[in-house]
């Protein structure tokens, strides 16, 4: 069918790339306490926007970190009620060198726009919004109850979101939400995301002697921390990329026959995504299992950094009185954070080595989900992609994670729809990120025809 909306979109392209671009050039990273006041700006510069296209009830909501951004329209008799959710804050930009355009100057090159929070997640939350203003400009109502709900706290674990979730506001009363921060399998293929790994982000401090000690003078009889954590890291998986926690895998439930079997039939070219996306030499992994099981439906175990001692130029011989390591998991449908979490601390201490002491953390978690396909706006999501891209809609998993995914359905009882336009290679939380403005351009036609498919 012909939609006036998605041709007030078509002709005002320009502006919404312009509009875009302003939102991209605020540094909102939001893990830098440095840049709390431009996680503000870029809540309040989105409140701004909704009020203008039309929103009703915007505000600004106060959290421990950074703020929620609230609005909604709800004039719409018998029809649904959407929940509409994106995150305004960034990765941080390093290494800095690495750009080739600066990450907070947007840059249009090759039909892309370049710049921190692009893809992830500024691009697709602008999308929603310009969805809901052609809507609003071409038949001054939307089709169907439409709630927003926009954070500043999802690349630091969302803890504001979530405690405001968990509290069953009325505000977010709804019957699904919508999520535009996935990606599409393959350039030009609609793509809807039904399942996403869950999350364990921890932090091991072991500690030896009580302040840093010289290497020459106590080499030998003091511990050092860095020797035990590399010999606790050392022991969490074999060789071949299985955990050795126990019990860890006890609880997964494995996709099914059929997903595997469509899963199979993707296009995806191993060594393509092994030199393109990956750039190594070799992939690695649990063996007995593909590429896009071993990063949809299986768990995995990942240091990230370990922070202290002597890491300046030259030499200090120093053993270092403590060692921290940073260290997640991924988890997938079937596990729980509070028992992995408790799996992994239990096998850590009982691995240490002796002479020292340890702590293990948890900083931030998020559920595992798995979404069926047969709920009705699922099904008006596939119409929708159909029309605008041309093409059969496929459904993946993700081996990301979006914690208000579990949050909304745990306590909301909403299951999602993970309508993303992101492509594999946009180069998320890494230098020259980017978003297809062709993408970023059907991607706001799709959910204008999704949000009217889901009123019939």
Same mark, same amino acid.
């Given at each position: 069918?012909?939609?006036?909306?998605?041709?007030?979109?078509?002709?005002?392209?320009?502006?919404?790339?312009?509009?875009? +671009?302003?939102?991209?050039?605020?540094?909102?990273?939001?893990?830098?306490?440095?840049?709390?006041?431009?996680?503000?700006?870029?809540?309040?510069?989105?409140?701004?926007?909704?009020?203008?296209?039309?929103?009703?009830?915007?505000?600004?909501l106060?959290?421990?970190?950074?703020?929620?951004?609230?609005?909604?329209?709800?004039?719409?008799?018998?029809?649904?009620?959407?929940?509409?959710?994106?995150?305004?804050?960034?990765?941080?930009?390093?290494?800095?060198?690495?750009?080739?355009?600066?990450?907070?100057?947007?840059?249009?090159?090759?039909?892309?726009?370049?710049?921190?929070?692009?893809?992830?997640?500024?691009?697709?939350v602008?999308a929603?919004?310009?969805?809901?203003?052609?809507?609003?400009?071409?038949?001054?109502?939307?089709p169907?109850?439409?709630?927003?709900?926009?954070?500043?706290?999802?690349?630091?674990?969302?803890?504001?979101?979530?405690?405001?979730v968990?509290? +069953?506001?009325?505000?977010?009363?709804?019957?699904?939400?919508?999520?535009?921060?996935?990606?599409?399998?393959?350039?030009?293929?609609?793509?809807?995301?039904?399942?996403?790994?869950?999350?364990?982000?921890?932090?091991?401090?072991?500690?030896?002697?009580?302040?840093?000690l010289h290497?020459?003078?106590?080499?030998?009889?003091?511990?050092?921390p860095?020797?035990?954590?590399?010999?606790?890291?050392?022991?969490? +998986?074999?060789?071949?990329?299985?955990?050795?926690?126990?019990?860890?895998?006890?609880?997964?439930?494995?996709?099914?026959?059929?997903?595997?079997?469509?899963?199979?039939?993707?296009?995806?070219d191993?060594?393509?995504?092994?030199?393109?996306?990956?750039?190594?030499?070799?992939?690695?992994?649990?063996?007995?299992?593909?590429?896009?099981?071993?990063?949809?439906?299986?768990?995995?175990?990942?240091?990230?950094?370990?922070?202290?001692?002597?890491?300046?130029?030259?030499a /200090?011989?120093?053993?270092?009185? /403590?060692?921290?390591?940073?260290?997640?998991?991924?988890?997938?449908?079937?596990?729980?954070?509070?028992?992995?979490?408790?799996?992994?601390?239990?096998?850590?201490?009982?691995?240490?080595?002796?002479?020292?002491d340890?702590?293990?953390?948890?900083?931030?978690?998020?559920?595992?989900?798995?979404?069926?396909?047969d709920?009705?706006?699922?099904?008006?999501?596939?119409?929708?992609?159909?029309?605008?891209?041309?093409?059969?809609?496929?459904?993946?998993?993700?081996?990301?994670s979006?914690?208000?995914?579990?949050?909304?359905?745990?306590?909301?009882?909403?299951?999602?729809?993970?309508?993303?336009?992101?492509?594999?290679?946009?180069?998320?939380?890494?230098?020259?990120? +980017?978003f297809?403005?062709?993408?970023?351009?059907?991607?706001?036609?799709?959910?204008?025809?999704?949000?009217?498919?889901?009123?019939?």
């Amino acid at each position: 069918m012909s939609s006036p909306a998605v041709a007030f979109a078509r002709q005002n392209q320009p502006r919404f790339l312009s509009e875009l +671009k302003a939102l991209l050039r605020i540094p909102s990273i939001s893990t830098l306490p440095e840049h709390k006041a431009d996680c503000r700006r870029a809540a309040e510069m989105l409140s701004a926007e909704l009020k203008r296209i039309g929103m009703e009830n915007v505000r600004i909501l106060e959290t421990e970190g950074h703020p929620l951004v609230y609005a909604d329209w709800l004039q719409a008799t018998a029809t649904p009620t959407v929940l509409c959710y994106g995150h305004y804050d960034v990765q941080p930009t390093d290494p800095l060198e690495e750009w080739l355009s600066p990450p907070f100057e947007p840059e249009e090159r090759n039909g892309n726009l370049y710049a921190r929070g692009a893809v992830d997640d500024k691009g697709q939350v602008w999308a929603q919004v310009k969805a809901l203003e052609s809507l609003l400009a071409e038949q001054g109502k939307l089709p169907i109850n439409v709630r927003v709900l926009f954070e500043g706290e999802e690349e630091v674990g969302g803890e504001g979101i979530a405690k405001y979730v968990a509290s +069953k506001p009325p505000e977010l009363k709804a019957d699904f939400a919508l999520v535009s921060d996935t990606e599409l399998f393959a350039p030009g293929l609609p793509t809807l995301c039904v399942g996403l790994r869950g999350m364990i982000y921890t932090e091991i401090e072991v500690r030896g002697a009580k302040t840093d000690l010289h290497s020459g003078m106590y080499g030998g009889a003091a511990p050092n921390p860095f020797m035990a954590l590399a010999q606790i890291l050392a022991r969490l +998986k074999d060789e071949n990329g299985h955990i050795l926690i126990p019990g860890f895998y006890d609880d997964i439930i494995p996709p099914s026959p059929e997903e595997l079997s469509a899963w199979r039939n993707l296009p995806f070219d191993e060594e393509h995504y092994r030199i393109t996306e990956v750039g190594s030499k070799q992939l690695v992994g649990e063996e007995g299992y593909s590429v896009l099981e071993r990063t949809w439906a299986r768990p995995t175990l990942e240091v990230h950094g370990m922070p202290g001692g002597f890491i300046g130029a030259g030499a /200090k011989t120093v053993i270092p009185a /403590k060692a921290v390591a940073k260290v997640s998991m991924r988890l997938v449908p079937g596990m729980t954070p509070q028992k992995a979490f408790e799996q992994y601390s239990s096998f850590v201490k009982k691995i240490a080595p002796a002479g020292v002491d340890m702590e293990v953390r948890l900083i931030h978690s998020g559920d595992p989900c798995l979404i069926r396909v047969d709920n009705p706006y699922i099904k008006a999501a596939t119409r929708a992609l159909h029309e605008v891209w041309g093409r059969e809609t496929v459904f993946i998993r993700s081996g990301g994670s979006i914690p208000i995914v579990g949050d909304f359905w745990r306590h909301l009882g909403l299951p999602s729809v993970m309508m993303g336009f992101g492509l594999p290679d946009d180069n998320i939380h890494a230098p020259n990120e +980017k978003f297809n403005i062709r993408n970023f351009e059907l991607g706001i036609e799709s959910l204008i025809r999704f949000l009217e498919e889901t009123a019939r």
